[in-house]
T-cell receptor, first 112, second 118 residues
Framework: GESVGLHLPTLSVQEGDNSIINCAYS??????FIWYKQESGKGPQFIID?????DKRQGQRVTVLLNKTVKHLSLQIAATQPGDSAVYFC???????????FGKGTLLTVNP | KAGVTQTPRYLIKTRGQQVTLSCSPI?????VSWYQQTPGQGLQFLFE???????NKGNFPGRFSGRQFSNSRSEMNVSTLELGDSALYLC?????????????????FGPGTRLTVL
């Protein structure tokens, strides 16, 4: 069935390193993808999105890569900072009814 | 500009009861979406309201319902509560109908209401 999953439930990095968070999706009809950041006690915060007609999009310190061939999405965070510590999850939208599906999330911990 | 607000922030109910949660969107936003977040299932889309009309609906039983008022404020109701309904309920607002990325308008989430069913 349709699903969005994350390869790693936790990721620990050193401050200043680059972080890569991965996401696999199975619905080939998905045409819009979003990455969210959720800090403890807060609601999700939009980070960056990408449409299926693109394979890369850059924001401030973040880059999203989309590989439609293998149905894989990744979020790259450059020069990771302690404030980046949070749960990150991807979401996909696809299908005729634009069903929104979220991944389970990856906990990113940045060590000082 | 004030963000999305949700009330109450915490709620404890018992099985069989019903509950109503409230969400006030960002001023000027006309779309409100509701989500359920649990450790096991993650974030799941419940429904979206725009201009007092439900525009999109997730795969939840009829016990979950919502409505939107003329001032764009929205309420979500869960009847006959079950233990499995314990979750963080989030609402998000956007300027336009969000309904699955038809537009690129950003959704802004509130802090959520933590519902515990005993």
């Amino acid at each position: 069935g349709e699903s969005v999953g994350l390869h790693l439930p936790t990721l620990s990095v050193q401050e200043g390193d680059n972080s890569i968070i991965n996401c696999a999706y199975s619905n080939s009809a998905s045409d819009y993808f979003i990455w969210y950041k959720q800090e403890s006690g807060k609601g999700p915060q939009f980070i960056i999105d990408i449409r299926s007609n693109m394979d890369k999009r850059q924001g401030q310190r973040v880059t999203v890569l989309l590989n439609k061939t293998v149905k894989h999405l990744s979020l790259q965070i450059a020069a990771t900072q302690p404030g980046d510590s949070a749960v990150y999850f991807c979401a996909e939208i696809g299908g005729s009814n634009y069903k929104l599906t979220f991944g389970k999330g990856t906990l990113l911990t940045v060590n000082p | 500009k004030a963000g999305v607000t949700q009330t109450p922030r915490y709620l404890i109910k018992t099985r069989g009861q019903q509950v109503t949660l409230s969400c006030s969107p960002i001023s000027g936003h006309r779309s409100v979406s509701w989500y359920q977040q649990t450790p096991g299932q993650g974030l799941q889309f419940l429904f979206e309201y725009f201009s007092e009309t439900q525009r999109n609906k997730g795969n939840f039983p009829g016990r979950f319902s919502g409505r939107q008022f003329s001032n764009s404020r929205s309420e979500m109701n869960v009847s006959t509560l079950e233990l499995g309904d314990s979750a963080l309920y989030l609402c998000a607002s956007s300027l336009l109908v969000w309904a699955g990325g038809v537009n690129t308008d950003t959704q802004y989430f509130g802090p959520g209401t933590r519902l515990t069913v005993l």
